[in-house]
């Protein structure tokens, strides 16, 4: 798990990221749907999602037709595939973004949602590390930017994977767990709405 030193580095490097696209007015968003001449809703931006075969984290956006709460203009979904882009993949976190591609919300989802390998909540939070992406494309600053919000909250997240799974045994009690994770009724399975601002403050960063 990041410690605080960890911690305020990868504040450093989400602040730093988020200055350097300011100076030519651009964000992280702008940076990922460049080139796309009109979004459409669902669809995987970039197209056929980001991978870094060297930490096995893979990522995509994606926006639904009713944002996931106010303001929010869609969300990261976060990924590890330990062995390889032919293995199973396993979902992390979704990191809710508004239109100027400031931070809202951190959340999980059920499995149907992205189809994913399922881990128990300790085995995913094992694999929170792992997700370091180092990539030129579709941008740098997107790629850093992401790989620092995950680092920055990765307590946080631990917590809502956690609180996942209590949700799903929970769900219809004696339901069980495979099958709450088929349950279409149950897509958002915790959630935590974030202020960057705050958190920076909070672990001294300027």
């Not at 931070?103 to 399922?118: A, E, K, P, Y």
């Not at 995913?124 to 792992?130: D, H, S």
């Not at 958190?199 to 960063?205: A, E, K, V, W, Y």
Request: proline content about 5%; some cysteine; overall charge negative.
């Amino acid at each position: 798990m990041a410690n605080d030193d960890q911690r305020r580095q990868a504040a450093r490097e989400v602040l730093f990221c988020e200055a350097v696209l300011r100076k030519t007015g651009d964000t992280v968003l702008l940076d990922v749907l460049r080139g796309a001449a009109d979004m459409t809703v669902w669809q995987h931006y970039p197209p056929g999602d980001v991978f870094d075969p060297e930490s096995g984290a893979q990522w995509y956006y994606h926006a639904h037709p009713e944002p996931g709460m106010a303001g929010e203009h869609g969300h990261f979904h976060c990924f590890i595939r330990p062995d390889g882009r032919e293995g199973p993949v396993h979902h992390l976190i979704a990191v809710g973004v508004d239109a100027h591609g400031r931070l809202l919300r951190l959340f999980t989802v059920n499995q149907w949602v992205v189809g994913d390998t399922w881990l128990s909540a300790e085995e995913t939070i094992e694999l929170l590390p792992r997700f370091d992406v180092q990539l030129g494309r579709p941008s740098y600053l997107a790629n850093r930017w992401l790989t620092g919000v995950l680092r920055l909250y990765e307590p946080e997240i631990a917590e809502l994977i956690r609180e996942r799974d209590r949700r799903i045994v929970t769900w219809h009690g004696d339901v069980p767990a495979d099958a709450v994770r088929q349950e279409r009724a149950l897509e958002v399975t915790s959630e935590l709405a974030v202020d960057l601002g705050k958190t920076t403050r909070s672990l001294q960063i300027g």
